[in-house]
């Protein structure tokens, strides 16, 4: 049975509508579902992605949207191209290439609605069902719902504390037929905090050369590195044009004006942009030039400096909490940046059964289940450490070891 | 043959990467190509679809924003639900109710990126390959570019001066497997101008219940109504939770700002966020609480009585025109809203051989084969007049009709 049948009550009389066979893979994501309980005050959510909202430019949002509206005027309110506002995409492809030793141009550059939009275009530009799309294991888990919606199969390539194994990706795509791309996050990986090494970043792209795979670099969060240096990106060392890079302001600015982009080779960009045209004509001509305004009349580096600090901060402030009051048969990961910290509970405890007893102790998180496309991992999950201030995030952990102790006396 | 290969020339060594099947279907919009030729200011563009820019409220859109920053700080930018803003919902929920006649509360509403999106998520929603869609003959080309991603077949239905012919959709309907939808705009319909009567409504509205088929409503326009009263909405109509209405702000308001929505059955709407959840998570906070605050402190209704007070006289302007300049055999269409008049050349001339003339008269418009998924109909243009003053209007069809006569000379 392929499709679903969805029974409608307006009226009295029950219906049947057949609806695309796409439709029964699709499910609320877990961790929206998960935000929807910790909405209530008095639990203290690790569960989210959120940045801290304290740090947004509100008053410099202010001047730039006055300034915009008085600079276009009504320009800025009209439609707009399919790729985006000209002078913006300047400006990434000069941030890109000047923190990520990139060489892209304007031309290589699509505005998005976010770079979640940019994972679901890719999946509707490279998968026919079937297909096969390679991923870190864990990984992002709405990349995995967006391009779950194309009907591929999902290959996790083992990972570890320096990145995606490479003998384990060759064995991976010596075996393995109808590969469509790699979808990686090589920067302080969401869910693991991870990043890749350079010696990892170069036998990578040796063996995706060797294949002529492309490949999927998400990187939102390789800015917000708290200590050392910015490594180079996978799309740096890329010699043939197979490396699509995604980016977003999410993480840096704001998240609430759905601004991200595809960087990547011209033949990719102008199918992109096909796929945008059909898919909303093209992104909010007012957000693009807020934030370009922003970066014209404002220090971005200063405000992603001040992102930093306060982020760093809370990262170890929970590495701290963790140290103190997590049992020592706990393992987690050490982030160099980003908004994730990765938990190894012991294998007798299941973090969706951990959850439940958490949320009675006030504390939640999102179990690490989730994260893995096909592998059943139970006994990990993600904290987050971005969204709140370092009381709270001790306290969060306190209640989370607590929540532990609970389940291992039980 | 059903994958395409792109050829990758970077670094000199090329690269077959395939794609997915639905690439080999999308081609860029004819109207957008014609609209990158017709950007020359010496050229007169009644291409586009473009509202009238010195309509759009650029002052009160500087106060709006300061109120939303002054009151909701960081949580503008911040993520939001996939739903939208509730307070937007509940505004055009309210609004529909009293202008279309509906019965929807704010949990039947989810606001979209456009309402081209909607045209997207539902070609997501309801389309397998080789499912059939039914629409108005000619019909809005982008909604064609939007479903045929989902690599649908198109069936025409005649379609008059007074909307779809009952007896014809009836006879489509009896003898074709695999309908998924109906799509339709049945006021002042893009491409041709023209709106359903009454009878015509109910008739649909029968036949649609009898065979239990799923209709997309779309109606961009319906609001800006010149003269007599706003006819019932399908939707208003709709006994039986079939019909999905898509609205947007950007004929109204402004489209730079990319807020759409669908208005159904929560059956329906449940389905349309777990695709918006994977396609783009939300649509931008900001702009969602820019409109809704425009709504609180200005009056809305007055800004659209302004826009048809203009349109009105823009449209006078281009029947006055044609009716001096354009030769006899000419017919077109009489819009009582909306953007667009549909004009029909006798079958000996070609549009597009004529836009070619036109072009050296510097004057542009759509031709109308592209509105056509199946049919060939060479002799059909479209015009647009809510873009420019009367007098530009008067020229642009002076100028076209010295292009007709051209063409008939030749």
Redesign the interface.
Known sequence: MNTIF??????G?S?????????DL????AV?EILKVTERPEIISLAGG??A??L?P??E??NV??EV?EEA????????T?EGFTPLRRQIAARMNRKFKTDFACENILI???S??AL?FSG?????EG?VVLCESPTYL?AI??F???KPTFVEVPTDDEGMIPDELEKVLASTANV?FIYVIPDFQNPTGRTWTWQRRRQFVEIINKY?I?VLEDNPYGELRFEGEILPSIKSLD????VIALGTF?KTF?????IGWIAA?I??IE?Y???K???????????QR?ISKYMELYDFEQHIQQIIAVYRQRRDAMLDAMEQHFPSDIQYTRPQGGLFTWVELPPSINAIQLLTISLRHKVAFVPGESFFPNRHVPNTLRLNYSNMPEERIYEGIKRLAAAIRCYKAD
């Open positions: 969805l029974w409608g009550s307006r009226g009389v219906m049947a509508v057949a609806l695309a066979k796409c439709m699709m499910t609320t994501s929206r959120l940045p909202p304290e947004f509100v008053e949002m202010k949207t006055i509206l005027g009504g320009q800025a309110l009209q439609y707009s399919t998005t609605s976010g979640q939009q679901d509707k530009l490279f998968l026919n297909d709405t719902s967006a779950r919606v194309y469509k002529e492309p010699t043939r044009g197979l999410s704001c998240p609430g004006l759905r080779d033949k990719f199918k942009i096909m796929i045209q059909c898919a909303d004509l093209h992104t909010s001509s007012m957000s807020q």
